[in-house]
């Protein structure tokens, strides 16, 4: 048993609440696959390990990923006989903790199956409340894993120190807390760059009907800075592809429609992107981008990740889903976006950004916000799958 684990079992106190659920928990059926088990000690690691999961699944042959410790699961918490019935339905191949809070039972159950066992994105993980103090606890909790996967050299350092060789510390670094951009045609993306011809672009990003006027009102501004400007508008609806165009061309513009398989020529002036396709071509083309539906009440705005990911600078109005506003006013206090206030201000952020020096800059720090964390996100999945082919190559 692990140091200092009986006498922490000896304070604990049972919730009958606890105690039924875990007693319907177990009548569950099993998986069809052993998965990998990734479990967030604390509520901020869970986007960690969600992003982690993606990536792992995206590996071929990739074993299936259990995620708890969101709200929506909780995974057994820290009852014992909760945790054993967990893990007697579940089969885990391995299992991936992050957080600070070293949940002692988990730890020492998943041990005595000899279940590989894993604490990722770590910076000073400890035992629980006022059991970090009691001597030699956390260094046998820390020690019950396979590996320890650090945030930074600092943690890297202090770890090594604690577990003094009993078990691999690595330096992996801050894993991602975004997922990765979406992917699109790379033969389509090529063929319209060269359509293009370094042509300044920017894009309407899933426009409703309420913004369409106002949004090519912003682009005959912005084209008084820059008179090769290209706006590609994607509609929220699709069917509304050819409203915006009638609406583009009343006001004097030369249009194309993606759905009527119209080419981008030297003289289009506005393109509509209306054929359903996924963001991923038109974000990549882009320069610019505005989150369609943030300048009115009560429409839905898409995710500014997958823009910021693909290098595009950000303009987006005061109109933002709760999930979304952190990464907003993140993306706004770098540089990497500007949030406009009114209909009007649309134009001038567009001229301001169209700047080379100041687009490029607003592009690389939202850039630089969303991909952060991705390549160790990758690298770790890839060790973890590596490890779960050398030890379990051979077994059920």
Excluded at 4 to 9: C, E, K, M, Q, V
Excluded at 245 to 271: H, K, N, P, W
Aim: with cysteine.
């Amino acid at each position: 048993m692990i140091a200092g684990l009986r006498a922490y079992r000896l304070r604990q106190r049972r919730s009958p609440a606890v105690a039924a659920a875990s007693a319907d928990d177990a009548a569950l059926p099993r998986r069809a696959r052993r998965p990998i088990w990734l479990h967030a000690s604390e509520p901020g690691e869970h986007d960690v390990l969600k992003v982690l999961a993606g990536q792992i699944a995206d590996f071929a042959d990739a074993p299936d990923c259990l995620l708890t410790g969101g709200s929506g699961n909780p995974g057994p918490g820290d009852d014992p006989v909760a945790i054993e019935q967990f893990l007697t339905r579940e089969q885990p191949l391995a299992v991936v903790l992050a957080g600070a809070l070293l949940p002692p039972n988990l730890i020492e159950h998943v041990q005595a199956r000899g279940i590989g066992l894993f604490l990722v994105n770590a910076l000073g993980p400890a035992a629980p409340g006022h059991w970090r103090f009691w001597p030699g606890f956390t260094r046998a909790l820390l020690c019950a894993f396979t590996q320890i996967h650090v945030r930074n050299a600092s943690a890297e350092a202090s770890l090594k120190a604690l577990v003094r060789g009993a078990v691999p510390v690595l330096n992996s670094g801050a894993l991602a807390r975004f997922p990765p951009a979406p992917g699109c045609n790379h033969s389509e993306l090529e063929a319209m760059r060269q359509a293009l011809a370094n042509r300044p672009v920017w894009f309407a990003y899933s426009l409703p009907a309420a913004e369409v006027e106002l949004a090519i009102q912003a682009h005959a501004q912005a084209l008084r800075r820059s008179h090769r400007l290209l706006m590609i508008a994607a509609p929220r609806d699709p069917r509304d592809g050819e409203g915006i165009a009638a609406t583009a061309s009343a006001m004097g513009f030369v249009c194309a429609r993606r759905s009527l398989d119209e080419e981008i020529t030297a003289t289009t002036q506005v393109y509509v992107a209306d054929a359903e396709d996924e963001p991923g071509l038109f974000l990549r083309l882009s320069q610019i981008s505005y989150l369609g539906g943030s300048l009115s009440r009560d429409l839905p705005t898409p995710g500014p990740l997958a823009a910021a990911a693909l290098g595009s600078a950000l303009i987006f109005g005061p109109q933002a889903s709760a999930e979304d506003r952190g990464f907003l006013e993140q993306l706004r206090r770098s540089g990497g976006g500007r949030r406009i206030g009114s209909a009007g201000d649309l134009g001038n952020a567009l001229g301001a950004l169209l700047s080379p020096e100041v687009g490029a800059d607003a592009a690389l720090k939202a850039w630089t916000l969303a991909t952060e964390g991705s390549d160790a996100t990758y690298h770790l999945a890839r060790g973890l799958c590596d490890w779960l082919k050398l030890h379990h190559a051979e077994r059920p």
